[in-house]
């Protein structure tokens, strides 16, 4: 099974809460940015470029992924008019407007989203979960593209802060090393670990690269630790990475609640970066209510913490080897968490699933096209993982591609095996049945024939559902 085997297989429309108050004559322009291998942060400079004005004029509603074809608003004070139509991203001018844009208006996103590598017993559970996704919805986890950090081998940043060792925080935010990394950035990484501590050596190595006011920081103030933090480390880092760590714990709290309330046959797990995710199957209505009505803020300065979620998050940071005042009470530069309230209940609207056709990029197999709405701050690959679940209990393990990222769902203790290890098990079974091993379902792009890397980058050949940029 695989997601966002190519960027056209995911597609994001923003859906804002009243366009038509927003939009008359005022002193700021509005756009309409389709993207598409972008982030919302890159888009957003290259408007303020095009349109001459300070990055910090250009607003928008919310942030949207890279991987895929995405579609949003955006706001600019002032500035000359901007048009761009090439590969990759698309503005145009969509009227003026009366104010700024702001995350409070959005209401979330429309999803169009292409799975792939299905066999006949995947489309049956989409099918079975579909329905009880209506029914019950499923818990609102954070997913994993709030946790670049796992992937990119930085870990919790946050867990060195609050320990005190603002050093190996440091040194994780510019030198950890990532499997992700291209072969330049991470031969620099290597040359900022083989000279930290000699801030001298460090300081003419990084100069004008990414760290490098960090490190003349430390060469005047060899242990101010903190000073470097501020000054080395863009503010938007550090607040995507103390988001990361709040939202972990958010996870863990909900996970426990689900916990309380699931058991027996009733309980399943998704895959995460951050560990296993508990989630109910069909669930007594009654506790299900419950936890869609418990209030579990994230935590930070300001959380109103009920005896519940206050029960919830102390377990959680007794696990942690910390306490809630030491995380409300961080105090470092872009470290300084707030509290905001959060929907526990993910339940999508619209959620339905086109017939399954021939998958040109995968012989012998099908795809399938799902469309859905989610509210703001939800993540499609989260609903995508909890319709591909197992329906059953000692189901056999089964794997998910989320780009060129696999992960194997946890079995019914909410452990999940070594990717080796389930690939082999992948490998015994098709053996078993008789059935053709369609290598492409194991291995990565680079071992496939050259017209399903054109299929990959570009979509199938004479395809005319997708845009060309």
Not at 252 to 267: E, K, M, N, W
Not at 330 to 350: K, M, N, Q, Y
Request: charged share 30%; aromatic share 8%; hydrophobic share 35%.
């Amino acid at each position: 099974m695989r997601l966002k085997r190519v960027q056209s297989d995911f597609r994001v429309t923003e859906l804002l809460r009243d366009e038509a108050s927003l939009k008359g004559k005022g002193p700021y322009e509005l756009y309409r940015v389709t993207k598409r291998g972008l982030t919302t942060f890159e888009a957003a400079d290259r408007i303020a470029q095009e349109a001459g004005v300070d990055r910090t004029d250009v607003t928008y509603a919310g942030l949207k992924d890279k991987d895929g074809i995405t579609g949003q608003y955006m706001t600019v004070a002032g500035g000359r008019a901007v048009k761009i139509k090439e590969p990759g991203l698309a503005i145009f001018h969509a009227g003026g407007a009366v104010r700024a844009l702001n995350s409070e208006d959005s209401i979330g996103n429309a999803f169009e989203i292409m799975v792939r590598d299905l066999g006949g017993d995947d489309m049956r559970r989409i099918r079975v979960n579909i329905e009880e996704v209506k029914r019950h919805g499923l818990p609102n986890y954070f997913d994993d593209q709030r946790f670049g950090c796992l992937r990119h081998g930085q870990g919790f940043v946050v867990r060195h802060l609050m320990k005190g060792d603002v050093e190996a925080a440091l040194h994780a935010l510019l030198a950890a090393p990532s499997p992700f990394g291209s072969e330049h950035v991470e031969r620099y990484k290597q040359g900022i670990t083989r000279r930290w501590g000699d801030w001298e050596a460090l300081t003419a190595f990084a100069r004008g690269n990414r760290g490098s006011s960090a490190f003349e920081h430390l060469h005047a103030k060899p242990r101010d630790f903190a000073g470097a933090l501020e000054r080395g480390v863009a503010s938007r880092e550090k607040t995507i990475h103390l988001f990361a760590y709040q939202s972990h714990l958010w996870n863990r709290a909900l996970a426990l609640r689900a916990q309380q309330v699931t058991s027996g046959p009733d309980l399943a797990w998704l895959p995460g970066d951050a560990g296993g995710l508990p989630v109910w199957r069909s669930g007594n209505a009654e506790a299900l209510a419950g936890i869609a009505a418990c209030e579990l803020p994230l935590l930070g300065k300001g959380a109103e913490l009920s005896a519940e979620s206050r029960r919830l998050y102390e377990a959680v940071m007794r696990s942690e080897g910390f306490s809630i005042e030491q995380f409300i009470g961080l105090d470092h530069s872009g470290f300084r968490p707030l509290a905001e309230l959060r929907p526990t209940v993910i339940r999508p609207e619209f959620l339905r699933a086109a017939p399954a056709e021939l998958d040109e990029m995968h012989r012998l197999r099908r795809k399938m096209r799902l469309r859905f709405t989610l509210g703001r701050g939800q993540y499609a690959t989260l609903v995508c993982k909890r319709l591909l679940m197992p329906t059953d209990p000692g189901y056999r393990r089964l794997r998910l591609w989320v780009s060129r990222h696999a992960m194997e769902f946890p079995d019914d203790t909410g452990s999940a095996p070594p990717p080796g290890e389930a690939l082999d098990e992948h490998r015994r079974r098709d053996d078993q049945r008789n059935e053709p091993r369609n290598e492409e379902r194991y291995d990565d792009d680079r071992r496939r024939p050259e017209p399903y890397r054109q299929q990959r980058e570009h979509g199938p050949r004479g395809d005319t559902r997708y845009p060309r940029w």
